[in-house]
């Protein structure tokens, strides 16, 4: 016996069993590797900003990428423009960056 109102979709039979899983090993092997994904590779992910467009003044120990940014001396420095590329952090009133 089988079930549908719309003669534009093939009808479901009554009695399809659930999908259960062949391998429930597998399953949550999969399941844990799109969290861990997630949370280590979007959540975590810096925000990258060009030196234009970082805040003047955010909380303190707030971490961006920017896209133009380099210290602008030392190795960590004062975060300038005109760079590669940069992390930096936001700490005590200034922006402190690295390459």
């Known amino acids: ?11 479901i039979p009554i009695n399809t069993p659930m999908l259960e899983p062949t391998n429930k090993i597998g399953l949550l092997n999969r399941i844990w590797t799109q969290y ?18 970082i805040p003047t003044s955010p909380d303190n120990g707030t971490t961006v990428y920017v896209t133009d940014g380099k210290p602008s001396s030392g190795n960590p420095g004062p975060l300038t423009n005109g760079g590669t590329g940069a992390m930096a952090s936001y700490i005590n009133g200034a922006w402190r960056c690295w390459q």
């Open 1 to 11: 016996m089988t079930t549908s109102k719309n003669p534009n979709v093939a009808p």
């Open 36 to 53: 861990f994904e997630l949370i280590f590779t979007r959540i975590n992910a810096p925000i990258k900003l060009l030196y234009a467009n």
